[in-house]
């Protein structure tokens, strides 16, 4: 089992590996007690969907992307650590 503090440095991690991408307008990390999931999350919104840097850059940091909502001109994902 991962140690809680380590998971949290890791999506923070992918927080700020993702904010350095021109198209991430907001990527937000919320711990276990804060979200509606059991896990580290990450909320990421583009303004054009999942490009390879956006999953290199999750998949480095272990996330697993558990959901991925289309909306009128931005794209969100949810990853979970």
């Given at each position: 089992?991962?140690?809680?503090?380590?998971?949290?440095?890791?999506?923070?991690?992918?927080?700020?590996?993702?904010?350095?991408?021109?198209?991430?307008?907001?990527?937000?990390?919320?711990?276990?007690?804060?979200?509606?999931?059991?896990?580290?999350?990450?909320?990421?919104?583009?303004?054009?969907?999942?490009?390879?840097?956006?999953?290199?850059?999750?998949?480095?940091h272990g996330a697993?992307v558990v959901d991925?909502?289309?909306?009128?001109?931005?794209?969100?994902?949810?990853?979970?650590?």
């Amino acid at each position: 089992m991962t140690c809680p503090r380590t998971t949290g440095n890791r999506a923070r991690a992918a927080q700020a590996a993702l904010l350095d991408c021109d198209d991430v307008l907001a990527a937000d990390v919320l711990d276990p007690a804060e979200g509606i999931r059991p896990a580290w999350t990450l909320d990421l919104v583009t303004d054009a969907g999942l490009d390879a840097d956006h999953l290199t850059a999750l998949a480095k940091h272990g996330a697993c992307v558990v959901d991925v909502t289309p909306r009128a001109g931005a794209t969100r994902t949810v990853a979970t650590f």
